[in-house]
């Protein structure tokens, strides 16, 4: 419990040290910064391109989260404050791109890919089904030894299957 | 049966092939900027060597000029640099420079040690020019026709390549 505690105030000293957002101003709004920070988390960092713009630490995204307060206070709405963004820089900044005819892929592309494989399933499972059925012919007399060895009994019939040592099986 | 077993990974892996010939020469950090065939976001900001006077797009309408953005703690802006002095002892075309978030002594000193081939700068202190326009590498470089329209942008410093292969013939195109 105690180990537990202590990663856990370790993990959210951590949190605050990576926050490029956290304590950036002397006297924060709690309201404005939450919508900062759900705004900037769909925001990328065009420096580091990787970190949302509420995580950077990069002079720009320092920059731009003072536009977005201010943007805030000024009464705009998120649509308001995203569209500035993607009129600077383009539909790259936003981690959920608009569907267009060039995001078509990235938009599509999984399912395609899941369906593709889901096809290649459906048809591997198939075929192995029908070769089965075709190939394993059995005597009525060996169904019988099977289905004896299955139920546990020893077996009876004139072909006796290798002695086995119990247990052996898993 | 046996053509398609062969054939389909083949045609995956060409695929693959294909996307990384692509992918693998794009830079991502030049990110396409959505400005271009857009007006010259408007701004007033004073100069970066006569603090009382200022500079506004609107004063090079009618001409085909160029927009760089520098700073003094850039340092690919250096690598850029004797391109643009050269580029303005040519006379080429005009250069204005955007002096982002920089200090004024710093800039003007910059320009003293390395020459300066800028009509004018800018001084943006604050960077809020900068976000109107996009930056986030500097140097970058906009070639603005004389309608005030972008009609290019670099990202990052020019190269010799870069401006003979196409902010020249660009320029020549906008001037004719």
Same mark, same amino acid.
């Given at each position: 419990?105690?180990?537990?505690?202590?990663?856990?105030?370790?993990?959210?000293?951590?949190?605050?040290?990576?926050?490029?957002?956290?304590?950036?101003?002397?006297?924060?709004?709690?309201?404005?910064?939450?919508?900062?920070?759900?705004?900037?988390?769909?925001?990328?960092?065009?420096?580091?391109?990787?970190?949302?713009?509420?995580?950077?630490?990069? &002079?720009?995204?320092?920059?731009?989260?003072?536009?977005?307060?201010?943007?805030?206070?000024?009464?705009?709405?998120?649509?308001?404050?995203?569209?500035?963004?993607?009129?600077?820089?383009?539909? !790259?900044?936003?981690?959920? &791109?608009?569907?267009?005819?060039?995001?078509?892929?990235?938009?599509?592309?999984? !399912?395609?890919?899941?369906? +593709? +494989?889901?096809?290649? !399933?459906?048809?591997?499972?198939?075929?192995?089904?029908?070769?089965?059925?075709?190939?394993?012919?059995?005597?009525?007399?060996?169904?019988?030894?099977?289905?004896?060895?299955?139920?546990?009994?020893? &077996?009876?019939?004139?072909? &006796?299957?290798?002695?086995?040592?119990?247990?052996?099986?898993? | 049966?046996?053509?398609?077993?062969?054939?389909?990974?083949?045609?995956?892996?060409?695929?693959?092939?294909?996307?990384?010939?692509?992918?693998?020469?794009?830079?991502?950090?030049?990110?396409?900027?959505?400005?271009?065939?857009?007006?010259?976001?408007?701004?007033?900001?004073?100069?970066?060597?006569?603090?009382?006077?200022?500079?506004?797009?609107?004063?090079?309408?009618?001409?085909?000029?160029?927009?760089?953005?520098?700073?003094?703690?850039?340092?690919?802006?250096?690598?850029?640099?004797?391109?643009?002095?050269?580029?303005?002892?040519?006379?080429?075309?005009?250069?204005?420079?955007?002096?982002?978030?920089?200090?004024?002594?710093?800039?003007?000193?910059?320009?003293?040690?390395?020459?300066?081939?800028?009509?004018?700068?800018?001084?943006?202190?604050?960077?809020?020019?900068?976000?109107?326009?996009?930056?986030?590498?500097?140097?970058?470089?906009?070639?603005?026709?004389?309608?005030?329209?972008?009609?290019?942008?670099?990202?990052?410093?020019?190269?010799?390549?870069?401006?003979?292969?196409?902010?020249?013939?660009?320029?020549?195109?906008?001037?004719?």
């Amino acid at each position: 419990m105690k180990t537990r505690i202590a990663i856990g105030a370790l993990a959210l000293a951590a949190s605050q040290l990576v926050h490029g957002q956290a304590s950036e101003i002397a006297k924060p709004d709690p309201l404005v910064e939450s919508r900062l920070r759900s705004l900037g988390e769909e925001l990328r960092c065009l420096v580091c391109q990787n970190q949302t713009i509420a995580d950077s630490n990069a &002079p720009l995204a320092h920059d731009l989260r003072t536009q977005i307060r201010e943007q805030i206070a000024r009464g705009r709405s998120d649509g308001d404050i995203r569209d500035y963004m993607v009129e600077r820089y383009g539909d !790259f900044v936003l981690y959920r &791109p608009p569907l267009r005819s060039t995001t078509v892929l990235l938009w599509l592309g999984p !399912f395609a890919l899941l369906l +593709g +494989g889901a096809g290649v !399933f459906v048809y591997t499972v198939r075929r192995r089904r029908s070769v089965a059925a075709k190939e394993l012919p059995i005597s009525a007399q060996r169904r019988e030894t099977i289905e004896a060895l299955l139920d546990g009994a020893e &077996p009876t019939s004139s072909a &006796p299957a290798p002695a086995r040592k119990k247990g052996a099986s898993a | 049966m046996k053509a398609l077993r062969f054939a389909a990974p083949l045609v995956i892996f060409l695929l693959l092939v294909g996307f990384f010939a692509v992918g693998l020469k794009r830079d991502p950090k030049e990110v396409p900027s959505p400005l271009i065939g857009k007006a010259a976001p408007a701004f007033t900001l004073t100069q970066l060597h006569e603090e009382k006077l200022v500079f506004t797009p609107v004063d090079m309408k009618g001409k085909v000029w160029m927009l760089n953005v520098w700073a003094s703690w850039c340092v690919s802006c250096r690598v850029e640099h004797p391109l643009l002095v050269e580029m303005s002892r040519r006379k080429l075309v005009p250069i204005v420079g955007l002096n982002y978030k920089d200090r004024r002594e710093d800039g003007v000193q910059w320009l003293a040690k390395f020459g300066n081939p800028y009509t004018l700068s800018a001084f943006d202190v604050e960077g809020r020019v900068g976000i109107d326009y996009g930056v986030y590498g500097v140097p970058e470089t906009f070639v603005i026709d004389k309608m005030g329209v972008i009609r290019h942008k670099q990202i990052g410093p020019i190269t010799p390549e870069s401006l003979e292969k196409v902010i020249l013939p660009l320029i020549e195109k906008l001037n004719a």
